[in-house]
């Protein structure tokens, strides 16, 4: 059971234009939202992360919107680099549980 | 550096071996865990286990055991291994409580 669909699969951006990841999940005990950035031979590591409580949340080019009750999220990525492409995830964590369920990733490319 | 480290980074072996992967975080978190990430990137979370408690994912065969010596340390213990173990695996680590993650760089394992 996928709680937490991610698209699209891949994405090819030039540099300088926007990204934009979208998910949607299921359980609406979920009450954090965080994005992770995954280069290639290395871990994800958190990027950015919502919650539910507010509806945008903006750390320099990279910024969250939330919609609670269409219960989807997105994360748009201004003036891409280069230096952005990676495969990025959007997970859904609960309290009590906390451990996070994963989107299956977008893979993004900037061309210079 | 404080950080998430697995040894070895890449691990080439037979079908039918055992094989270990170490993993140890200066954090001081409390909990740790372990991902296999599949071809299609996909993140499926293996184990969680902190000093009181180990959650298993029953998807995980029961070939793969964590053995925790400390609470700075989650090994991974792999038996009689298959080709489709084949993956990287990541080790991550949390404070029971806290939605933060942080993973390791991940080790990539080959069976041929």
């Known amino acids: 059971q996928q709680q937490v669909k991610q698209s699209p699969q891949s994405l090819i951006v030039q540099k300088g234009g926007i990204s934009i990841i979208n998910c949607a999940y299921e359980?609406?005990?979920?009450?954090?939202f965080p994005w992770y950035q995954q280069f290639p031979g290395k871990g994800p590591a958190l990027l950015i992360a919502i919650r539910p409580d507010v509806s945008e949340k903006k750390e320099g080019r990279f910024t969250i919107s939330f919609n609670k009750s269409a219960k989807q999220f997105s994360l748009h990525i201004m003036d891409s680099q280069p230096g952005d492409s990676a495969t990025y995830f959007c997970?859904?964590?609960?309290?009590?549980?906390?451990?996070?369920?994963f989107g299956r990733g977008t893979s993004l490319i900037v061309h210079p | 550096d404080t950080a998430v480290s697995q040894t070895p980074k890449y691990l080439v072996t037979q079908m039918g071996n055992d094989k270990s992967i170490k993993c140890e975080q200066n954090l001081g978190h409390d909990t740790m865990y372990w991902y296999k990430q599949d071809s299609k990137k996909f993140l499926k979370i293996m184990f969680s286990?902190?000093?009181?408690?180990?959650?298993i994912n029953e998807t995980v065969p029961n070939r793969f055991s964590p053995k925790s010596p400390d609470k700075a340390h989650l090994n991974l213990h792999i038996n009689s291994l298959e080709l489709g173990d084949s993956a990287v695996y990541f080790c991550?680590?949390?404070?029971?409580?806290?939605?933060?993650?942080?993973f390791g760089s991940g080790t990539r394992l080959t069976v041929v």
């Open positions: 991550a680590s949390s404070q029971q409580g806290n939605y933060g993650y942080t």
């Open positions: 286990y902190n000093n009181k408690e180990l959650i």
């Open positions: 359980n609406t005990a979920f009450d954090y």
């Open positions: 997970a859904a964590s609960m309290r009590g549980s906390y451990i996070p369920t």
